[in-house]
């Protein structure tokens, strides 16, 4: 059973902080992954992909990989209060499965005024 | 990205009877799935719909429950059928399309069953 594990949150910052969302997962042979904004009563919507270890940077959002932990996860600089919002991490699955998205529960996340 | 229209968007139905979602894509995609996302959870995989074979379906789910065609490579349905209260959920379909292994979701139906 792959395992994607996100803090639920609600995390909670200020206006102009960076928020710092985080998660781990079980599937040692995921190659992608990718990060997902949900409003409430909303479809996802991507925010970020990252196939490789080290940094990816987009704008105010930076995704960071490390396969040898396990671990990925997603900064926002200047973070706004449209920020606020559930961001669910997917990994792919291994081998010929990599389409196959498991996602974590999300992290809440809102940016206060 | 491709444009993804899901029909319909919401709607209410009594317990023992089925609903057909629809899923239309302007540009043919590679791959279509369908998930479903339960109240106040995250969203589970429910089946990959393969165009003119049948859909590949994920632990804990079965065709006669969750029936889904793929005629073309721009349109998928999916029946939930014989429904209970417990379906009462959001169903989104996906799609990838052209180079790499983005996924995109359709707006979703919001079910509620009676």
């Known amino acids: 059973q792959k395992e994607v594990e996100q803090n639920s949150g609600p995390l909670s910052v200020p206006e102009g902080a960076i928020a710092s969302l985080n998660c781990t997962y079980s599937?040692?042979?995921?190659?992608?992954f990718f990060w997902y904004r949900q409003y409430s009563g909303k479809s996802p919507e991507l925010i970020m992909f990252?196939?490789?270890?080290g940094d990816k940077e987009d704008g105010r959002f930076t995704a960071q990989l490390n396969k040898a932990s396990q671990y990925v996860s997603l900064l926002i600089r200047d973070s706004q209060p449209s920020d606020s919002a559930t961001y669910l991490c997917?990994?792919?699955?291994?081998?010929?499965?990599?389409?196959?998205?498991?996602f974590g529960k999300g992290t809440l996340l809102t940016v206060n005024p | 990205s491709a444009v993804i229209s899901q029909k319909p968007s919401r709607d209410i139905c009594q317990r023992g009877t089925s609903l057909t979602i629809q899923c239309q894509v302007d540009?043919?995609?590679?791959?279509m799935f369908w998930y479903r996302q339960q109240p106040g959870q995250s969203l589970t995989l429910i089946a990959t719909?393969?165009?003119?074979?049948?859909?590949?379906?994920e632990s804990g789910f079965v065709i006669d429950k969750f029936p889904i065609s793929r005629p073309n490579l721009t349109f998928s349905t999916l029946t939930v059928s014989n429904m209970s209260p417990e379906d009462s959920s959001i169903y989104l379909c996906?799609?990838?399309?052209?180079?790499?292994?983005?996924?995109?979701f359709g707006a979703g139906t919001r079910l509620s069953v009676l």
């Open positions: 990252i196939y490789s270890n």
């Open positions: 719909a393969n165009q003119g074979s049948e859909a590949t379906y």
């Open positions: 996906s799609v990838v399309g052209g180079s790499g292994d983005i996924q995109y």
């Open positions: 997917a990994p792919g699955g291994s081998g010929g499965s990599n389409y196959k998205l498991t």
């Open positions: 599937d040692r042979g995921s190659q992608s």
């Open positions: 540009s043919q995609v590679t791959m």
